[in-house]
C-alpha cells in the first residue's frame, strides 16, 4: 500500500521528479505504517528513487528487471514513458457501479455553474444533487459512500476556484485549490520577516493534516465546508481562524458574500447549492512599530501527521514593548461544533504585560472555556492540553527580549530531521554459542517487500468454497444446555454446526497440545471461560452474523 501511495507522488508531478529529495520521499509515506514488512524497508525503497540519495547507502539510484542479473540492465526509471492504465482485474469488480446511473458534470466557468445550480434549485425536490473537487471526505465519513445523488457537479475545472492571487493586501485562495498546492504558495510567499514566517507556520502545520497524497487531491475549501457543515474536527479551520481568514462565498438565497472565518463556522450548515468561492489571509501590517508573534500546535495520536488531533490550537499575539497590543487565540478538535476563539482571554490579555501573576489568571479563565460537550472521548486529556499550548506560547511573549534588540517577532529552533531518515542500530552478538544468535533475514522478506508474496486474500476462492467461524462461549463456568439457531430458522448458506459430538471417540486435538495433554477442541458441558470454543459453523457464504445464534447456559 505504501509503495503505491509513493507512486502516486511520482505521477502528481511528473516534471519534477527528478528533483525529487530524500526528504520529500520520506514525507511522501510518512503515517502509512506497516507491521508485516516493517517501515524502515518501505522507507528505504522508496529513498531509492531520490536524486540526492546516498549511493553508498543504496546503490545505483535504480533498479533491475525482474530476473536480470546482469549490473548492465540496471535501468534507471523513467517517468515520460511511465503508462499508467485501469488494471483489468478490477474492472470485473466494479460491475455494480452503472455510469449511465449517474450524471456527472463539469463546469468551465462560475457563471456555467451558476446556472447549473440554479437549475438544481428548481428541481431540488426530485434531483439530489453534490458538488465534487478531491472528494477526500468519502474516506472519513463512509456513510457516503452508500448515497447516490442524481447529479455531481465536478468544480476542479473552473480557473477561478484554481487561482491563488497575491496583492499588496494579502493572498486570496481559490476553493478547489487542493491542500499541497496551497502548502508550496505559502512558503513562496515574501513580505515583511515576522508576517513571512506567520506564513511559513501556517504552511508547516498544513503538512500534518492527513497524507501526502490526500493533500494531494483534497482542497482548502472542501475542508472548511466539512468543518462547518459536519462538524469536522478541522486543523485548517483552528489555524486559518488565528491567522483572521475570510471566506467569500455565493449562497443560493443570500448572493456574494463576504465573511469572517468565524462568522462562517457559526453559520447554520451551507445547503447543497452554496458554494465556497474563495479564502482570503491578510497580510498583516503595523502602525505601532509592535512585532507579531503566531504560532501553531496539535496534539495527536501520531505527532508527525496523518492523525486527527486531540486538540489543536493558534495563537497570534501583536506585542509592543513587552506588552500585548491584541491577540487571537484559537482552539478546536476537542469535541465541539467547530473552531472557536477565547475573546473572553484575549480582551484579559489586550494592553497588558505577560507577568506570572498575568499567565495564571489566563490559564485559569481558559479552563471555563475549553470545555469538551458529553460523551467526547478522552475529555480531561483534551481539556489538561489547553492550558499548556497557552502557557508555552505566553511564556514564550514572556522571555521575548525588548524592543531595544534586533529581532523580527520569532525565534525559530534549527529544523530537526525527520526520524527516519537514518538511523543505526548496533546489536551485541555472543559468539559463545555461533550460529545461535546471529541476525538472519526473513525467509519471506524479499518476497514481501518486492510485492511478490501471495497471501490468502490474494488467492481466488476455488468453486463451491466453503467458509468456517468459531461460536465461543460468552460466559464463564456455565453448563452448556445447547446451541440452536435462533427462531430455529436455519441461515442461508449454512452447510453444518461442528460440536464436540461430532468429534470421534477417543479423538485428540492433535494442533494444541500442552504438557498435560492435549487441549479441548470444543467445549463439552461446561466452558472454562469467555470465548472457549463451542462449536465451528460451516456456509457456503464468508460472513455469518454471531446474533444468528443462541446460546443456552445456566
Not at 343 to 371: M, P, Q
Request: charged share 20%.
Amino acid at each position: 500500500m505504501s509503495v503505491s501511495l509513493f507512486s502516486a507522488l511520482l505521477d502528481a508531478d511528473k516534471s519534477q521528479y527528478s528533483d525529487l529529495t530524500v526528504v520529500e520521499a520520506e514525507k511522501a509515506v510518512s503515517g502509512n505504517l506497516c507491521r508485516c514488512t516493517g517501515y524502515r524497508p518501505i522507507v528505504d525503497a522508496c529513498k531509492s528513487f531520490a536524486s540526492d540519495v546516498d549511493i553508498e547507502d543504496l546503490g545505483l539510484n535504480s533498479f533491475c528487471r525482474k530476473g536480470d542479473k546482469d549490473s548492465s540492465s540496471l535501468t534507471r526509471f523513467d517517468s515520460e514513458k511511465r503508462i499508467c492504465t485501469f488494471p483489468e482485474f478490477l474492472k470485473d469488480e466494479i460491475k455494480s457501479v452503472d455510469s449511465g446511473m449517474y450524471r456527472w458534470c463539469s463546469p468551465a466557468s462560475v457563471e456555467e455553474l451558476s446556472s447549473l445550480l440554479e437549475a438544481c434549485k428548481a428541481n431540488s425536490n426530485t434531483v439530489s444533487m453534490k458538488l465534487v473537487a478531491g472528494n477526500t471526505s468519502m474516506g472519513y465519513y463512509k456513510d457516503e459512500r452508500e448515497q447516490n445523488y442524481d447529479k455531481y457537479i465536478d468544480i476542479t475545472r473552473i480557473p477561478h476556484l484554481k487561482e491563488i492571487r497575491e496583492n499588496q493586501n494579502g493572498v486570496e485562495i481559490g476553493s478547489v485549490v487542493t491542500i499541497s498546492k496551497v502548502i508550496a504558495a505559502l512558503k513562496e510567499i515574501r513580505v515583511s520577516p515576522g508576517v513571512e514566517k506567520m506564513f511559513g507556520k501556517l504552511a508547516t502545520h498544513m503538512e500534518m493534516i492527513a497524507a501526502r497524497f490526500i493533500r494531494n487531491f483534497g482542497s482548502i475549501g472542501g475542508n472548511l465546508v466539512m468543518a462547518q457543515r459536519k462538524q469536522f474536527p478541522s486543523d485548517m479551520a483552528t489555524i486559518l481562524l488565528a491567522a483572521g481568514a475570510f471566506v467569500n462565498i455565493m449562497s443560493s438565497s443570500r448572493g456574494l458574500e463576504k465573511l469572517t472565518l468565524e462568522e462562517f463556522l457559526e453559520r447554520s450548515p451551507l445547503e447543497a447549492h452554496d458554494l465556497v468561492l474563495s479564502i482570503e489571509i491578510s497580510f498583516w501590517h503595523s502602525e505601532t512599530n509592535s512585532e507579531l508573534f503566531f504560532e501553531t500546535y496539535r496534539a495527536a495520536p501520531r505527532p508527525h501527521g496523518s492523525a486527527l488531533a486531540y486538540l489543536n490550537a493558534a495563537f497570534l499575539a501583536e506585542v509592543k514593548d513587552t506588552m500585548v497590543v491584541n491577540c487571537r487565540l484559537a482552539f478546536g478538535a476537542y469535541g465541539t461544533k467547530h473552531a472557536i476563539r477565547c475573546k473572553e482571554i484575549e480582551e484579559f490579555l489586550s494592553g497588558k504585560v505577560i507577568t506570572d501573576k498575568v499567565l495564571y489568571e489566563a490559564i485559569t479563565l481558559l479552563g471555563n472555556v475549553v470545555v469538551p460537550e458529553d460523551g467526547t472521548s478522552n475529555p480531561a486529556y483534551r481539556s489538561s492540553l489547553a492550558p499548556g499550548f497557552l502557557f508555552k506560547f505566553l511564556h514564550t511573549l514572556m522571555t521575548h527580549p525588548t524592543t531595544d534588540k534586533p529581532s523580527n517577532g520569532y525565534h525559530l529552533d534549527p529544523p530537526k530531521p525527520l526520524p527516519m531518515l537514518s538511523s543505526s542500530q548496533n546489536v551485541p552478538i555472543n559468539n559463545e554459542y555461533n550460529p545461535v544468535g546471529q541476525p538472519v533475514t526473513k525467509v519471506g522478506a524479499s518476497l514481501q517487500a518486492s510485492g511478490e508474496a501471495v497471501y490468502v486474500d490474494d488467492i481466488p476462492s476455488p468453486t463451491n468454497c466453503l467458509y468456517g467461524a468459531f461460536i465461543y462461549s460468552k460466559k464463564p463456568f456455565a453448563r452448556i444446555k445447547g446451541i440452536h439457531f435462533k427462531d430455529d430458522l436455519v441461515p442461508t448458506g449454512v452447510v453444518a454446526v461442528i460440536s464436540r459430538k461430532d468429534v470421534p471417540k477417543g479423538g485428540k486435538n492433535i494442533g494444541m497440545k500442552i504438557g498435560l495433554g492435549s487441549d479441548q477442541l470444543f467445549a463439552e458441558d461446561f466452558t472454562t471461560s469467555v470465548g472457549e470454543c463451542i462449536a465451528f459453523v460451516v456456509s457456503s457464504i464468508i460472513f455469518v452474523h454471531e446474533n444468528q445464534f443462541h446460546q443456552q447456559h445456566f
